[in-house]
C-alpha cells in the first residue's frame, strides 16, 4: 500500500513539474534579446533558432564576417553588432546603441555565451598572463557587459541567461578555464538574489561536453605542445615526456567525446528566455547529469580519486 502510494505521489510531482515547465510566455515576437559570441557555436545557434521564434534578436559578433554569415541566414528582424567583450569602450558604446532599439520596452534577455578556450594545461606550464586572457573573457567580459546592460532589463523585468559549464561545478583540468566557469557561476548565483526583487530570473546555463568545433582540436593540441616547449628545463624533468604525451592524448579523447547533439544547449537557453518559470540551472548532456554533479557532490577524497585515476604520472612524482 505504502510502495503504491509512493509511486502515485512521484507521478503526480513529475507531472506537475512538466506542466510548470512547459508553460510559455505569450507575445514573443515583442521581445528583444541580446546574445553575445553569435559568430559560431551555440549563441550562432540559438541566434537563429530564436529568430525562427519570432523574436528581436540582437546578435553581438566579434567579426564582421560571422555578423554577415548569420545575417545571410536570418530574417530581416535579426540585428548584428560587433562587440569585443574585453573592450570596455566597445560595451558601453553597444549598450547605449541596444538602449536606442529597445526604447521604453526595455530588454527582456540578455545571454552571456561568449567565451574562450584556451590554456588546457597543467597550472605550472603558465604565466599569470595566460590566466588574465581567458578570465578577461569568461567572467569579466561577461560582467562588464551584464552591467552595462542590466538597467535595460530591470525596465523590462526581463532575464538573464550566463553560460558557465559543467567545469564550473568540477574543476577537472588546469589553467583559467574552471576559474573562470566558477566565477561565472558565483557571480549569478548573486546577481540573481539582488533582482529577485526586481522581478528579473537569472539562469545558468551547465554544458557538458559537446562537440561545437571539433577542427578545434588540432589547434589546442599546438598550444599545449607551444606550453610544454617554453617550459622551464626544471619543469620539463620533473614531470617528463611521457607525461605531456599521455596529456595530450588524454585532451585529445576529451575533445573526440563530446556530445553532437548541439540543440540540448540552445534549447535549455530558449526555454530560460521563454518560459514562464525557467529553471535555475540548466544541465544539458549527460555526462554533466551522470558524472560532473554526482561527483561534485561526493567528498573531496573520492572526488579526487575518481579525476586522477587516468591523470599522467610525472617523471619525478611521490611514489
Known amino acids: ?13 513529475f507531472l506537475y513539474r512538466w506542466y510548470r515547465q512547459s508553460q510559455i510566455l505569450e507575445n514573443l515576437s515583442d521581445k528583444y534579446v541580446f546574445i553575445t559570441g553569435c559568430d559560431s557555436g551555440f549563441g550562432n545557434l540559438l541566434a537563429r533558432q530564436l529568430d525562427r521564434r519570432g523574436m528581436r534578436v540582437l546578435a553581438a559578433c566579434l567579426t564582421e564576417k ?34 536606442g532599439i529597445v526604447g521604453q520596452a526595455g530588454l527582456w534577455g540578455l545571454v552571456n555565451n561568449a567565451g574562450y578556450l584556451y590554456g588546457l594545461t597543467p597550472n605550472e ?3 599569470k598572463e595566460d590566466f588574465a586572457k581567458i578570465l ?18 530591470r525596465k523590462a523585468r526581463g532575464r538573464v541567461v550566463n553560460v558557465s559549464s559543467s567545469a564550473g561545478r568540477l574543476s577537472v583540468i588546469g589553467g583559467g578555464y574552471c576559474i573562470s566557469k566558477f566565477g561565472v557561476q558565483a557571480f549569478s548565483d548573486s546577481l540573481r538574489r ?28 599546438k598550444i599545449l605542445k607551444r ?39 540552445p534549447d535549455c ?21 551522470l558524472f560532473f554533479i554526482p561527483v561534485s557532490y561526493l567528498p573531496t577524497v573520492i572526488a579526487d580519486y575518481v579525476l586522477c585515476r587516468e591523470a599522467p604520472k610525472p617523471a619525478h612524482g611521490v611514489v
Open 227 to 265: 606550453f610544454w616547449d617554453n617550459a622551464p628545463v626544471e619543469i620539463k624533468e620533473s614531470y617528463g615526456e611521457q607525461y605531456y604525451n599521455q596529456y595530450a592524448e588524454n585532451l585529445k579523447v576529451i575533445f573526440h567525446s563530446g556530445s553532437s547533439k548541439l540543440n540540448k544547449v
Open 194 to 221: 539582488e533582482m529577485r526583487d526586481f522581478g528579473v530570473k537569472v539562469s545558468i546555463i551547465e554544458p557538458g561536453a559537446f562537440n561545437t568545433n571539433i577542427l578545434a582540436v588540432g589547434p589546442h593540441m
Open 136 to 153: 578577461d573573457v569568461n567572467i569579466l567580459g561577461l560582467v562588464d557587459v551584464t552591467l552595462n546592460l542590466l538597467p535595460l532589463i
Open 125 to 127: 606550464w603558465q604565466r
Open 269 to 289: 537557453m530558449e526555454h530560460a528566455l521563454t518560459a514562464v518559470y525557467p529553471w535555475t540551472r540548466y544541465s544539458p548532456g549527460w555526462d554533466s547529469k
Open 66 to 99: 560571422g555578423a554577415e554569415d548569420l545575417k545571410q541566414e536570418t530574417s530581416s528582424r535579426l540585428q548584428t553588432v560587433i562587440l569585443d567583450v574585453t573592450d570596455n569602450k566597445n560595451v558601453s558604446s553597444v549598450a547605449k546603441k541596444v538602449s
Open 1 to 13: 500500500m505504502w510502495l503504491s502510494l509512493l509511486v502515485v505521489v512521484l507521478v503526480l510531482l
